[in-house]
C-alpha cells in the first residue's frame, strides 16, 4: 500500500488576480505615459448563454486591469460573409489590438475560415494558423490562453518539465496540441492521447505531469495516477447542474502531488492569458 501523498491543491484564482495586477500596473504605466489602453474586441454569433456569460466574464476582466474592450453581439442568422466584413474593419481599426469570436459559431459559418481572417497581429485567442505555427516553431509571442494557463500553474508550483514524463489527454487545437507543444518546448517528454488511444489507464499513470482535456467528467481516477504526480484538470462539463472536470477530484487526493478543481482552478487562469494576450498584441504592433 503506498504511503499517502500530502496533494496541493491549485488555487487557480489566486494565481489569476496576482498576474492581473501585474498586467494592471504595466497598463496603468502605459497610460501615465500618455499611452491609450489596449483594447480587445469580442464577437459572439447567436445567444448560447454559457457562450454570452463567458464573454461577459471577459469583459469584466478587461475592465478590472484598465483594458478597453468592445462588443459585437451578433444575431445566430450572421452570414458568414457578415461576419468576414466585420473582421476585415476590426483588422483596419487602429484603435483593436485583440479580436476574440466567441466558439462555437452557427453551423453556417465555418470556424477555420474565420480564424483565417483575424489578423495574425491581433490574434489574441491564437486561432489563426500562423499563431499555430509560430508555437510549433518555438518562437512564439502569443499561444492558446488554456495551454498557457497551464503551463503557468506548472510554474508556480515549480514543478520540474525537463526530462518529465508528461501525458496529455486530448489532441484539440485549442488545449490538447498546443498544451503539448509548449510541454515538449519545456524539454518534457510527451505522450498525446486521445479517444482511440489503446490502455489509456497505464499511459496515464507513467505521467509525472498529466493534463486532462477530453471534456469526459471524472474519466481520471486515482488508479490512473502516479503518486506525487501533477494533475491538471482543463474538463469541464455541467452534469446535473454542476460543473464537473475530468478528474475525479475527491479520489485522487492523497495521490497526486498537484490537483486542480474543475471551479477556481484553470479557467481564471484561461481568461488571464487572453489579456496577456491582448496586452502583447498591443505592445508588439505599437513598438512598446
Ligand atoms: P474537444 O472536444 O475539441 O477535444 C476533446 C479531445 O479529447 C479530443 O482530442 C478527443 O479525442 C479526446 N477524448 C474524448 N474522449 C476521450 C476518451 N474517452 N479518452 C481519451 N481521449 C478522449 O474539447 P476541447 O479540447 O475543446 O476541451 C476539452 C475539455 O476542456 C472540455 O471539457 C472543455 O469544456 C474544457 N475546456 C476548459 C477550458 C477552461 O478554461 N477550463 C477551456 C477550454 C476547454 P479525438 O481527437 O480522438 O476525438
Known sequence: MPEPVQTQVFDGM?????????LAEEIEDLTKAGKRPPCLAVVLVGDDPASRSYI??????????GMDAVEHMLPAST????????????NADDAID???VQLPLPDAIDPTVIAEAIDPAKDADALHPMTAGRLVSGKYDIASCTPLGVLACLDHHRIPLEGANA??????QIVGKPVSLLLQLRNATVTMCHSRTRDLETICRSADVLVVAAGRPRMVGADWVKPGAAVIDVGVTEVDGKLVGDVDFDAVQGVAGLITPSRRGIGPMTITMLLRNTLHAYRTRKGL
Open 14 to 22: 489566486a494565481l489569476a488576480n496576482e498576474l492581473r495586477r501585474q
Open 56 to 65: 461577459k466574464g471577459k469583459q469584466r476582466a478587461c475592465s478590472r486591469i
Open 79 to 90: 452570414s458568414q460573409d457578415e461576419l468576414l466584413a466585420l473582421l476585415a474593419d476590426m
Open 98 to 100: 485583440g479580436i476574440l
Open 167 to 172: 501525458v496529455v489527454v486530448g489532441r484539440s
